[in-house]
């Protein structure tokens, strides 16, 4: 059974940095076809894709977002950490992590999780 | 980047009838090696996370009702749910996963006329 659970801090102040932690279970990121991803929410507003991590090691990024994102993983924690620096009042979201598997190619997300809501103020 | 436009933005459908969403995207996103459509659509209901219903534009994800199915190819998609019921009530987005960023479209909320 997989599942995701995401944790950080629920305010921070503007340009501040933020990090986030995505630990999941039921699958490993070390060996399998496997990807996680991160997306966020505005309240009230749309989806928006932020970055994901592949089991090979390999990143992508928004690409507004690319210079203040960073993603890692620890496969020895079954953990994946988003850091975004600079942060703005205009980031305050929910943010979501979420498992991309892999069967004859690869799929979208299948499993998320239940997401962390982020405040920026000061 | 692809760019992901959904349509309409909002629509209210009576119990019973059929629902239809367009997705189009910015470019082709049918991957050649496998014939699929690397297009996805997401429910969400208020205060959950989303529930992926369909995946290569056109296969049912686990556990979801055979009134939703998915149809397109290349750049033009559709989520249709037929015999709508009061559950079903939701935004609904697609996603493009075939080049990242893997971008959403913009939802659309359905309601109950």
């Known amino acids: 059974q997989i599942t995701l659970k995401e944790s950080g801090p629920t305010l921070v102040k503007p340009t501040q940095t933020l990090t986030l932690t995505c630990t999941f279970s039921g699958f490993s990121l070390s060996s399998t076809e496997v990807g996680v991803g991160w997306i966020r929410q505005p309240p009230g507003k749309a989806l928006e894709w932020l970055a994901l991590i592949y089991y090979n090691g390999n990143k992508f990024f928004s690409t507004p977002l690319k210079s203040r994102l960073t993603i890692t993983k620890d496969t020895s924690k079954n953990q994946v ?20 598997g892999f069967n004859s190619g690869w799929y979208p997300f299948d499993y998320w999780g239940q997401g962390t809501l982020v405040t920026v103020s000061s | 980047d692809i760019v992901m436009t959904q349509s309409p933005d909002s629509l209210a459908v009576s119990l019973g009838e059929t629902a239809t969403i367009n997705c189009k995207s910015s470019q082709s996103i049918l991957y050649n090696s496998n014939n699929q459509n690397y297009l996805a659509w997401y429910q969400q209901k208020p205060g959950q996370p989303p529930k992926l219903i369909i995946y290569w534009a056109a296969f049912r994800g686990s556990g979801v009702p055979d ?3 998915g ?41 109950i006329k």
């Open chain 1, 81 to 100: 950490v988003l850091t975004m620096t600079n942060m703005d009042p205009v980031d305050t979201a929910t943010y979501y992590c979420a498992h991309q």
């Open chain 2, 71 to 111: 149809g397109g190819s290349g750049t033009d998609f559709t989520l249709t749910i037929s015999s709508l019921q009061a559950e079903d009530v939701a935004v609904y987005y697609c996603q493009q996963y075939y080049d990242p960023p893997y971008s959403f479209g913009q939802g659309t909320k359905l309601e």
């Open chain 2, 67 to 69: 009134r939703f199915s």
